[in-house]
């Protein structure tokens, strides 16, 4: 009620003074944001432009908080500032400036804001009335958010329905936005959100509703996620089938040795996991076998042609779902299955062995035929003169210091064969006619000149 009885009787005092003639695009040379925000405990200025000058001109004028209360803050002028002293937290005017500073905000100094200037213009009688407002936010941090679940019981799917809330102790402003396993979970026919998106509702739950969820809780200071909250849900049973590791199986129909000990099990996506019965099936009667999910067959046991059922019933969903097989019995040889297979490995694997040792060879026969080179040796052997191709044939006078000397000779009468092998050092000179030949005969024929003798 204050703010507005002072802002009467500015209204007054201007309507008293505005003559014709009053420029009325002054009220543009008052300029102020619309919407400031700011943090809890830290100070913010409400920033006012003026675009005329503050020194040459009379004003005066006031701030007040008109949302949620109507409280006048400060009345002012050019000179004096007059803060209401009733407030704790009054905020502070530094004239000529007419800019409104809080110190520190607190969650009481959000609302609506409004100032009033009336402008005295050198020249011109009347004052100019200029009115602004803003609108003041106080962000407080959030903290970290919790879900909760409602109901709390197990979910069934296409049954029931469930509602995740996320929730701060602390926070203004705040928005939440929903993940699932790391992931944003969008609006869609079945997951609708309230306008803070703090409220996520799910209707009916199904399969792929299964997973991790977190909420982040975000304002315009800060944001906070939220820890995992597992949502379960009850489902199935789908995609039944019947396995085995013993025999062959073609559209249904298993085919068995008969010696052999058949093993099946009885598979389906469920949670939880079903029950399950196996059941025989004649033209005449059906019979129960065993509840579980594994049946074995013994050997002796095994029909022939016989159909079997697999049923899976799921307790919480109260679902179900069956399939049919047939077990026959066949002659299924493993063991030469088995060995044949080994022998192509064997085989393969000597061919690999045969080739690389080919391989090998071959490259160590190029290599050698590239260095050693067979054609150019005897070539070269063909070019070489007589005396070397002969090689090591020698006259025994190719080396004449060797045979000089002093030599005895003996005549034995009958034993002239052996003589001359023992005196074949003699046998190419021209001069020897026998064996009586003196020592200065010998001498005599060695040549003077040896070394010339071998060059020749």
């Known amino acids: 009620?204050?703010?507005?009885?002072?802002?009467?009787?500015?209204?007054?005092?201007?309507?008293?003074?505005?003559?014709?003639?009053?420029?009325?695009?002054?009220?543009?040379?008052?300029?102020?944001?619309?919407?400031?925000?700011?943090?809890?405990?830290?100070?913010?200025?409400?920033?006012?432009?003026?675009?005329?000058?503050?020194?040459?001109?009379?004003?005066?004028?006031?701030?007040?908080?008109?949302?949620?209360?109507?409280?006048?803050?400060?009345?002012?002028?050019?000179?004096?500032?007059?803060?209401?002293?009733?407030?704790?937290?009054?905020?502070?005017?530094?004239?000529?400036?007419?800019?409104?500073?809080?110190?520190?905000?607190?969650?009481?100094?959000?609302?609506?804001?409004?100032?009033?200037?009336?402008?005295?213009?050198?020249?011109?009688?009347?004052?100019?009335?200029?009115?602004?407002?803003?609108t003041v936010t106080v962000s407080v941090p959030v903290s970290m958010p919790g879900i909760t679940k409602t109901p709390e019981a197990e979910l069934v799917e296409d049954r029931d329905n469930v509602t995740l809330t996320c929730s701060v102790e602390h926070g203004t402003n705040v928005q939440f936005k929903w993940l699932k396993n790391n992931r944003v979970v969008d609006p869609s026919e079945r997951h609708t959100f309230s306008q803070d998106h703090g409220t996520l509702i799910i209707n009916p739950v199904k399969k792929e509703d299964i997973g991790q969820y977190n909420c982040e809780a975000q304002n315009h200071i800060s944001s906070k996620l939220s820890k995992q909250a597992e949502l379960i849900v009850f489902y199935g049973p789908y995609n039944l089938a019947v396995n085995s590791d013993q025999g062959l199986k073609t559209a249904g129909v298993f085919m068995v040795n008969p010696e052999e000990l058949a093993f099946f099990e009885c598979i389906a996506d469920s949670n939880p996991p079903n029950t399950c019965i196996w059941i025989s099936k004649t033209k005449n009667s059906t019979e129960v076998l065993m509840t579980g999910p594994r049946f074995e067959v013994k050997p002796y046991e095994l029909p022939q042609g016989k159909e079997f059922l697999c049923r899976a019933f799921n307790n919480m969903t109260k679902k179900q779902d069956e399939t049919k097989f047939t077990l026959v019995m066949a002659s299924l040889d493993r063991g030469k299955a088995k060995y044949s297979q080994e022998g192509s490995v064997l085989s393969s694997m000597a061919f690999i062995t045969i080739s690389s040792v080919l391989i090998i060879v071959c490259m160590m026969f190029v290599l050698l035929r590239k260095s050693c080179h067979p054609r150019r040796m005897i070539k070269t052997i063909y070019r070489r003169p007589v005396t070397e191709q002969r090689g090591l044939r020698r006259s025994g006078h190719e080396d004449a210091t060797e045979d000089f000397g002093i030599y005895e000779f003996v005549s034995v009468p009958g034993k002239m064969e052996s003589t001359q092998a023992s005196c074949r050092s003699l046998t190419r000179l021209d001069s020897v006619k026998d064996l009586h030949t003196t020592i200065y005969d010998v001498i005599k024929h060695v040549p003077e000149t040896p070394t010339l003798s071998l060059l020749k």
């Open 1 to 134: 009620m204050e703010c507005v009885g002072v802002t009467m009787f500015l209204l007054m005092f201007t309507l008293f003074l505005i003559v014709p003639g009053t420029d009325s695009k002054c009220i543009e040379c008052v300029s102020l944001q619309p919407t400031q925000h700011g943090k809890m405990g830290d100070p913010m200025l409400l920033k006012v432009e003026t675009h005329f000058d503050v020194h040459n001109v009379r004003f005066q004028g006031s701030w007040c908080k008109i949302k949620p209360n109507n409280t006048i803050l400060v009345t002012f002028n050019n000179i004096n500032a007059i803060p209401n002293l009733r407030l704790k937290n009054s905020p502070a005017l530094n004239l000529p400036d007419v800019s409104l500073y809080f110190e520190h905000l607190v969650e009481d100094t959000q609302g609506e804001y409004e100032l009033q200037i009336n402008i005295i213009f050198p020249g011109i009688p009347s004052p100019v009335a200029v009115t602004k407002r803003v």
